[in-house]
């Protein structure tokens, strides 16, 4: 089993950031990959973000490409998710996911073997 704990999220005005952090416990070994998601009320479960475990690669959903940087610190085996020039269309519950099987694409919301609890981010004036 693998726990997942997300913290970082808040309310922040537009253009402002927040960098939200997952710690994972438990049996991470040998995961395919880590990334956020997000749900806005009304909308479907949406990946954001992911980094696979073997090389490092980072993939972004095209919204928040230039905008936001995934990374990842193996030693405390926590991921981050540093969110610049926020919009109030980023406000949403961003949820922390991992995977542990191979997919074309980590983006997608489907197949994932661990999900954190979720923090709710709120971008507003």
């Known amino acids: 089993q693998v726990q997942l704990v997300e913290s970082g999220g808040g309310l922040v005005q537009p253009g402002g950031s927040l960098r939200l952090s997952c710690a994972a416990s438990?049996?991470?070994?040998?995961?395919?990959?880590i990334g956020w998601f997000r749900q806005a009320p009304g909308k479907e479960r949406e990946g954001v973000s992911c980094?696979?475990?073997?090389?490092?690669?980072?993939y972004y959903t095209g919204s928040v490409k230039g905008r936001f940087a995934i990374s990842r610190d193996n030693v405390n085996n926590t991921v981050y998710l540093q969110m610049n020039s926020l919009k109030p269309e980023d406000t949403a519950v961003y949820y922390c996911?991992?995977?542990?099987?191979?997919?074309?694409?980590?983006?997608?919301?489907?197949?994932?073997?661990?999900w954190g609890q979720g923090t709710q981010v709120t971008v507003s004036s």
């Open positions: 996911a991992l995977k542990k099987v191979w997919q074309i694409t980590c983006l997608s919301p489907y197949n994932v073997d661990s």
């Open positions: 438990g049996s991470t070994l040998g995961y395919y990959a």
């Open positions: 980094i696979r475990r073997s090389d490092g690669s980072t």
